[in-house]
């Protein structure tokens, strides 16, 4: 049963539930429970009627207490701005995740460059492949290895500024025979002023498939058996 309790000489009455949470004398368990049946926006209405039946109202020679209703009004609107800027967090990642499943869809059938250190020859040509330059370099070379991990040729690129380095090579030994068909793996190491690194390694695969990832965010399936997150892809070809 609610409680009423009259304010002032004109006989205006308020819920005496309403005038506890108002003075701070309402219990920590009264208030959850009214706190998860009740909106922010409708516990703001609550507190500005109480505000203004208070001033109308009350004895100017014994005021009542209205710093504990100032200070829970002001909760209120920071939760509520907070569930807000949720809601609107929630709705943004959701468009972003189906933004980016669209564009991994439009990628399928294109060749791109992702993070790998091999390449395949067939028929005299290669794969593509590439790296990736964090900085400018005042010499880049490639080093190319056979499945038995021997050097069969080096690559120098020479000057190169930073960015995504797609290479296209025609696939031959260090005497300019052309290597045999099958896979082949390769290494980068570039030179500048500050010393020698080592450049991420890019592979160049065809895009066959898409597919969700545990984290939600769309994995691309290659043609060289790899699963790469759209992120990873450093450039189309």
Known sequence: MTTQTTIGNNGATVSQTLLDTMNGTKSASSSSSAAGTTSGSDLQNTFLQLLIAQMKNQDPTNPMDSSQMTSQLAEINTVTGIQQLNTSLTSLASQLTT??????????????????????????????????????????????????????????????????????????????NALPDGTYTFTATSTSASGTGSPATLSAATVQGVIKQTDGTPGLVLSNGKTVGLSTVAAII
Do not use: E, H, Y
């Open 99 to 176: 933004n980016q499943q669209t564009q991994a869809a439009n990628l399928i059938s294109s060749t791109v460059l992702a993070p790998g250190d091999n390449f395949s020859v067939a028929s005299g040509k290669a794969t593509g492949f590439g790296v990736t330059l964090a900085s400018d370099a005042t010499d880049v070379q490639i080093t190319v290895k056979n499945s038995a991990g021997q050097v069969v040729n080096t690559i120098d690129l020479g000057k190169q500024s930073a960015g995504t380095i797609p290479i296209g090579w025609t696939p031959v030994d260090k005497s300019g």
